[in-house]
Each structure stands twice: as structure tokens, then as C-alpha cells.
């Protein structure tokens, strides 16, 4: 234990001049409504943008792929993780239609997981946060390392904008400038949740219009300071219940059911390149709520609102983790809508202690599910809720549980990071 926290402080003396310079240099409306506590799902809205297109059709982050059947793959040799004199340039892959960019690209080490991802034609990401962003510079080589995807979850209404109307940037700023320099694709987590809506928006007194206003006004600013920079975004989270109701929230009580078109209208006017997605947890195991999701997007889609696809969240633990196959028919079902899938917010938390046997079981999920997105029609991107465990938000949740990530919270690799180097190098 002290040689293996030696060994990391002496990495962190050898490298944080270097890239602290660099990271920083980047830097430069309650009102009584005749809503009902449970909707259900439906609405009716005119999108009039005459821009809109099926973006579904038109909008790739990915090289195009062909399904490859793993019903009998057996794991063959696990490719190592020492650096090789080998490197491969991440591409620069952008929506249909954005200006392509000229970023600094860090050389990619041909045995990275974004390396094989790369060659499967999917992204492989992880949340990226700005704690350790500002005091970790192993955690920000570890991730230019292994990743091409960074959810930035900063974009809540709660965290940038003030009651005085004030709209504060400062800490997601230097994360997008980062994620830019570096070839980065970002995901922007996430513009309407009803977890982030400020006690002195519920509290107070508005009208509905008001509200929508508000709103308007958010997501306008918000997209549209970030065009082309944010490649993705997740307009409307958890918007479902588990009872296959629109959910009971702010936006809903004050605007009704529309307050999920129009968020997807207004981030499309902000960045019509951008791609959009509604994100939700369960999508995977409850046919309730996926049902309902599916009755959604199909609604969504039928109003010519601009929704290309649907994030999987992923949260899970061993002994409860749906089969691959499972997963696969799920994402498949949103792909004949049109939308792409998305695997969002991947994590495994086990009941400590983590022994042996759990943690090979964690690490067949994690293959599972990168099985899934690999061979399901329109899967664009396996992105985990975080990469190491010392910064992993399931103990703070759970008491009891953690391990759930594929680094250890030394940044040592554990069987989860061999099985997706396995399963991607295949």
C-alpha cells in the first residue's frame, strides 16, 4: 500500500507542472396547476423550424460497422496495457454538417480502449469531472489515455444559472476547453432534470408562461454558447416514472407534458448540428418504463420533433444485470424508430469487500454490455459514470457498496478494464 501510494505521488511530482499548464492555460414559478401528480404520456406541438431534418438519419459520431455475432466468442489472450511506440491519432469525427475542427490531438497508444473502440466503430467515454480536473493530473492523463468521450455533468439549471438571472460558466469552461485541445467528443449531462431544479424556482410564483420562458431562455444560452463544441447533448432526463407516467416535476406542473418538445425544439435551434438524446435508467430491465419510452420517442418523432436518440443509463449491480441479449433486442427497438443508443452512464457496484469472484463477475457484465452496444443496429457510444474509484459516487449513495468502476482508486486496471480490452480488441 505506501509503495503503491509512493509510486503515484512521484507520477504526480513528475507530471503536474506540465499538465496543470496545460489544463489551465484552456482556461482563458409554484403557481396552482390542474396537472395531475402522474401524466400519461402524450402531447401535442407543431415544430414550425423549417431546418429540421430526421437528424436520426444524417447525424454520426462512428465509423459505420457490421454486427459481428458473439453468441460463441471465447476470450482469446488479453492484450497488455504497457505503452508501445506504436501510436494511432484519435480521428476527428464531427455531426453532419458542423465545421470540422483542427484540435491538438494527443497521440492514442494503439492498446488504449479508445484505440480498439476506434476500430470497432464505437466511442468509449467516461464522466469527466472538475474536482480532480483541478487537483489530479494522473486523472486527466489516465483519461486523454483511454478515452474519446467526456460527459461533462455540469450543465444543470441549478449549477449555472443564479435567481438574479446571472449564468456562471466558470467551472465547465476550462473542461471544454480541455476536451476541445485534445480531439475530445463531449456530451453535455444534462439541460432538463427534474433532480436540478433550484428550491427558489419551485418555491416561487409563476406563471406558466413564465416558466416557459425560463426554460427558453436556459437552454438557448446554454446550447448556443457551446455550438460545436458540445457534440451531444442529453435535453430531457428521467422524464419517466417507474409506473410508465410522465413524471411529477416542475416542468411539468408548470408548462405540461409539451415542456419535453420544446426542450428538444429549442437546443435544436440553439446548434442544429448537435445531436439530442433523452436519457433514462431501467430502459434495460423494466418493460413498463421502456414501453413507455418508446411510446414517447415515437410520439416525439411523430411531431417532427429533432430527438436522434436515447440513452441507457446503466446502473447496475452483479446478480441483478440484465442478459446481453436482452440489452441488444432493447437497443434495437429504439434503432427501428430511427434513434441510436446510447450506453450513458455505465457502472457495476458490488457489496464490499470487493472479493475475487465478484470482481470477475463485474468484469463479465462489463463485457456483456460492451457486447450489446457492439453488435445491437445503431449503438454509437459505451460511456461509463466515471473510470477510477476514487472518484466514484456509489459509496457516498450506498453505504456498504463501491468497486463499481474499472479502475481501482490507485488507477490500477482491474478484470472490468482487461474484459473491455478483450472485448474491443475481437
Known amino acids: 500500500m505506501l509503495q503503491t501510494l509512493s509510486v503515484r505521488k512521484i507520477l504526480h511530482v513528475i507530471s503536474a507542472g506540465m499538465l496543470l499548464a496545460c489544463a489551465y492555460m484552456q482556461v482563458a414559478f409554484p403557481q396552482n396547476n390542474p396537472f395531475p401528480t402522474s401524466t400519461p404520456i402524450g402531447f401535442d406541438i407543431t415544430v414550425t423550424n423549417s431546418t429540421q431534418k430526421n437528424a436520426s438519419q444524417t447525424r454520426t459520431l462512428t465509423p459505420t460497422r457490421t454486427p459481428t455475432s458473439t453468441s460463441s466468442r471465447t476470450p482469446s489472450s ?58 489530479d493530473p494522473f486523472y486527466i492523463t489516465t483519461f486523454l489515455h483511454e478515452f474519446d468521450t467526456a460527459t461533462i455533468n455540469r450543465f444543470q439549471f ?122 433514462d435508467y431501467h430502459l434495460e430491465r423494466s418493460e413498463i418504463k421502456s414501453r413507455a419510452v418508446l411510446v414517447l420517442m415515437e410520439q416525439l418523432l411523430a411531431q417532427g420533433v429533432p430527438v436522434h436518440g436515447v440513452g441507457f443509463q446503466m446502473h447496475l449491480e452483479i446478480g441483478s444485470a440484465p442478459p446481453r441479449q436482452q440489452v441488444q433486442l432493447m437497443m434495437n427497438k429504439f434503432a427501428k424508430l430511427g434513434l441510436s443508443s446510447y450506453i450513458t452512464e455505465m457502472d457495476i457496484q458490488l457489496k ?3 472479493t475475487h469472484d465478484k470482481l470477475a463477475q463485474q468484469a463479465r457484465i462489463y463485457a456483456d454490455m460492451a457486447d450489446a452496444c457492439l453488435n445491437a443496429t445503431k449503438c454509437i457510444a459505451f460511456v461509463m459514470w466515471g473510470f477510477t474509484d476514487a472518484y466514484s459516487w456509489i459509496p457516498k449513495k450506498y453505504t456498504g457498496y463501491g468497486t463499481a468502476l474499472i479502475l481501482d482508486a490507485y488507477y490500477q486496471p482491474k478484470p472490468a478494464y482487461y474484459s473491455l480490452l478483450d472485448t474491443l480488441s475481437h
Open 352 to 354: 464490499e469487500p470487493a
Open 158 to 279: 441549478n449549477h449555472i444559472r443564479s435567481r438574479n438571472g446571472k449564468y456562471n460558466f466558470s467551472r465547465i469552461d476550462p473542461l471544454i476547453d480541455l476536451m476541445q485541445a485534445n480531439g475530445i467528443t463531449v456530451i453535455g449531462h444534462s439541460l432538463v432534470y427534474h433532480m436540478n431544479v433550484p428550491r427558489w424556482l419551485e418555491e416561487g410564483s409563476w406563471t406558466s408562461e413564465q416558466a416557459k420562458e425560463t426554460l427558453h431562455e436556459y437552454i438557448t444560452k446554454v446550447v448556443s454558447r457551446y455550438c460545436h463544441r458540445v457534440s451531444v447533448w442529453t435535453v430531457v432526463n428521467e422524464a419517466v416514472g417507474d409506473d410508465g407516467l410522465l413524471r411529477d416535476t416542475f416542468w411539468l406542473r408548470m408548462i405540461g407534458p409539451d415542456y419535453i418538445p420544446l426542450a428538444f425544439q429549442w437546443a435544436h435551434e440553439a446548434d442544429p448540428d448537435a445531436i439530442l438524446i433523452y436519457n
Open 78 to 135: 488479453t492484450p497488455t496495457r504497457t505503452s508501445t511506440s506504436t501510436t494511432t491519432p484519435s480521428p476527428t469525427i464531427t455531426p453532419s454538417g458542423t465545421p470540422t475542427h483542427t484540435p491538438t490531438l494527443l497521440p492514442t497508444p494503439s492498446n488504449s480502449l479508445r484505440a480498439y473502440a476506434y476500430q470497432r466503430g464505437i466511442r468509449i467515454g467516461s464522466l469527466f469531472l472538475a474536482e480532480p480536473f483541478y487537483s
